[in-house]
């Protein structure tokens, strides 16, 4: 969430439109609301996108516009959006090269896009594994939602994969970054959240092992712009 909302702020305009595709119950959206001329809920659920709207005009945020698109055919005109992020949606999408090239072609030339992908060479997924190996009564498939991350509907790829996928595209790769490198589980992590030195110490390792390890991270992120 953190990279997320530093690339909205860091690339803020109130001349500028955003797209948050794939946004789920909208916390991005009411972020970048007060940021932008136009901000765009786009969830394909219609279930998710209707829980948005309803928190968001709650709100009353008025330069927030709801819409419901298949990602790799959205009524979008080329060349509309300004700021784009696209976070843990294209490892749903069977298409996902057509959605890729679908955000490309909605981007205007010199916008940005921040799209993030599971890893699946991350030090968490393969903690993970290890971990739940008497689970798994077969090689988790590499291109299916089954497996041991199966409750998270994630297909992870490779860090080379994600980046091939947006630079078919026509994307131009500007920044990588990581989040969730350490193996931390649930509970350990909720007995070192009690005492503020070890607490402090753990983030302090970790947000320096995603800068410099974005690759060996749970989740990729490359920010993208468009020639």
Same mark, same amino acid.
Request: hydrophobic residues 40%.
């Given at each position: 969430?953190?990279?997320?909302?530093?690339?909205?702020?860091?690339?803020?305009?109130?001349?500028?439109?955003?797209?948050?595709?794939?946004?789920?119950?909208?916390?991005?959206?009411?972020?970048?609301?007060?940021?932008?001329?136009?901000?765009?809920?786009?969830?394909?659920?219609?279930?998710?996108?209707?829980?948005?709207?309803?928190?968001?005009?709650?709100?009353?945020?008025?330069?927030?516009?709801?819409?419901?698109?298949?990602?790799?055919?959205?009524?979008?005109?080329?060349?509309?959006?300004?700021?784009?992020?696209?976070?843990?949606?294209?490892?749903?999408?069977?298409?996902?090269?057509?959605?890729?090239?679908?955000?490309?072609?909605?981007?205007?030339?010199?916008?940005?896009?921040?799209?993030?992908?599971?890893?699946?060479?991350?030090?968490?997924?393969? $903690?993970?594994?290890?971990?739940? +190996?008497? #689970?798994?009564?077969?090689? /988790?498939? &590499?291109? =299916?939602?089954? !497996?041991?991350? $199966?409750?998270?509907?994630?297909? +992870?790829? #490779?860090?080379?994969?994600? /980046?091939? &996928?947006? =630079?078919?595209? !026509?994307?131009?790769?500007?920044?990588?970054?990581?989040?969730?490198?350490?193996?931390?589980? /649930?509970? &350990?992590?909720?007995?070192?959240?009690?005492?503020?030195?070890?607490?402090?110490?753990?983030?302090?390792?970790?947000?320096?092992?995603?800068?410099?390890?974005?690759?060996?991270?749970?989740?990729?992120?490359?920010?993208?712009?468009?020639?």
């Amino acid at each position: 969430a953190r990279i997320i909302a530093k690339f909205i702020h860091n690339n803020y305009g109130l001349e500028k439109t955003f797209l948050d595709a794939g946004a789920g119950r909208g916390p991005y959206c009411v972020f970048a609301s007060p940021l932008f001329k136009k901000v765009y809920c786009d969830e394909y659920n219609t279930e998710e996108l209707a829980k948005a709207e309803s928190y968001i005009k709650n709100k009353k945020m008025q330069n927030v516009e709801f819409l419901h698109n298949d990602l790799t055919h959205t009524s979008y005109p080329d060349n509309s959006i300004d700021i784009a992020v696209c976070s843990e949606v294209l490892e749903h999408i069977p298409e996902r090269q057509k959605a890729a090239n679908e955000l490309y072609r909605i981007l205007k030339p010199g916008g940005k896009l921040l799209l993030s992908m599971p890893q699946k060479n991350s030090i968490f997924y393969k $903690h993970v594994q290890k971990v739940h +190996k008497e #689970l798994l009564s077969k090689p /988790e498939p &590499i291109d =299916t939602n089954e !497996g041991v991350w $199966h409750f998270m509907q994630h297909v +992870k790829f #490779l860090t080379k994969d994600i /980046e091939n &996928i947006a =630079t078919k595209a !026509g994307f131009i790769v500007i920044k990588r970054h990581g989040a969730n490198v350490l193996p931390l589980g /649930e509970k &350990i992590f909720s007995k070192i959240y009690k005492f503020p030195f070890m607490f402090k110490l753990y983030i302090l390792i970790e947000f320096l092992l995603e800068k410099l390890f974005p690759r060996f991270a749970s989740f990729y992120f490359i920010e993208l712009t468009k020639k």
